[in-house]
């Protein structure tokens, strides 16, 4: 996924890595036929943006998150663009979200010229903290930006009745929960305006970047559109100066095709979770290693399967895994509030303290669909044999501190 610059994500994993984090050839293998064919299709109507490909892939997405519009756009992070500025966010506006999440959440504030303030995290569910949220509304604030991470929904009943009595919008992340549900409504539709990216590392992941959003609100829906398209209204009458932000037909049409699959996908997702759950507690790794939990009232789907290492723990479990060349990355190690680039909104290292905590003892394990049972067994028995490991490098740290 794309903590890391997206020249360096991992795609194809060294042919010795018995359990890569991330492998899309095995899916695109079980798939291969129906994407050739549709890639085919697309190139001999030599019709590459937007067009039907596109229209039928908004109203299959519409129909799947249960929403009235979707509208394609280049990326998740064009899509959170669009809707900031859909809603007339800009300058001296208030934005709250997480500090705990990709960085597109809080940047595409700062691009539209509105303030990221960021609320703290709950631990238990890594999400943003409806009460944190409460105490950082000012009368500036004009939107909710909760991320539904890794896969599962932020508080949205709490979030909604906020922005309800404070007279806000909500602006969903929901690049990471395609499918997600929270009290049987899909993300995408708990909010003003619901985006999503369809990055190749994503639960539904195109052949290269695209977007989409979601939303109920005809108007909003029709500025999107326009605003996608340089702002044109049609015949080169441009009410407002947009951007260049269209999805590709090839996309569409490969994405599509994917759509078709994603919820056997997630099912596998889900299985190899409960594989973990199973496998962790026969090797009683419990003090050591705390599983993501799903609350009541969620469909989790799994974008990144992230555990809490035990204090102290996380780095050198981290090397050991790597060593035993079982994939494992930590999304995301420098919360956005810390990042160089917010510097100048005066955030201090301590005022988020689950994120910052968070950042220091989380790592993200393989959980793509195609892994087979006993790929999760060696995850597991290599996390059995890193925690032993970096348990021993501790007391020899700690023994020679004292000694
Ligand atoms: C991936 C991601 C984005 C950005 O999506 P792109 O398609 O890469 O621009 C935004 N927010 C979150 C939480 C993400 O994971």
Sequence with gaps: MNSQAPSTIPFHQPADNPVPLIDLKPQYQSIKQEVDEAVQRVFESQGF???????????????????????????GTDALILALKALDIGPGDEVITTPFSFFATASCIER???????????????????????????????????????????????????AVKHDLVVIEDAAQAIGAEFQGRRAGV??????????????????????????????????????????????????????????????????????????????????????YEELCENENLEDAIQLPQTLPARRHVYNQFCVRVQEGLRDAVLNSLREQKIGCAVYYPKPLHLQPCFAHHGYKKG???????????????????ELERSQIEQVVSGLSRAVRSAREQNAWKTGRKAA
């Excluded at 943006?49 to 394609?72: F, K, M, P, T």
């Excluded at 409806?130 to 979030?159: F, K, N, S, W």
């Excluded at 005809?218 to 500025?223: F, G, M, P, S, Y």
């Excluded at 005022?351 to 394990?365: C, N, R, T, W, Y």
């Design 49 to 75: 943006v937007l067009g039907e490909d596109v229209s039928n892939l908004e109203q299959e997405i519409a129909h799947y998150c249960d929403s009235r519009y979707a509208i394609g756009c280049a990326s």
């Design 190 to 275: 708990l909010g003003t305006v619901g985006c999503f990216s369809f990055f190749p590392t994503k639960n539904l992941g195109g052949a290269g970047d695209g977007g989409m959003i979601t939303t109920d609100d005809a108007q909003l829906a029709e500025r999107m559109r326009r605003l996608r398209v340089h702002g044109d209204a049609g015949r080169y009458e441009h009410l407002e100066v947009g951007m260049n932000s269209r999805l590709d037909a090839l996309q569409a049409a490969v994405l599509s095709v994917k759509l078709r699959h994603l919820d056997s996908w997630t099912q596998g997702r889900q299985r190899n979770a409960g594989w």
């Design 112 to 162: 539209v010229g509105a303030i990221p303030v960021f609320a703290d995290v709950k631990p238990e569910c890594f999400n943003i903290d409806p009460d944190a949220i409460a105490a950082a509304i000012t009368p500036r604030t004009r939107a909710i930006l909760p991320v539904h991470l890794y896969g599962q929904c932020a508080e949205m009943d709490t979030i909604c009745r906020l």
């Design 351 to 369: 005022q988020f303290p689950v994120s910052e905590k968070l950042s220091e003892d989380i790592m993200a394990l393989p959980i793509f669909a």
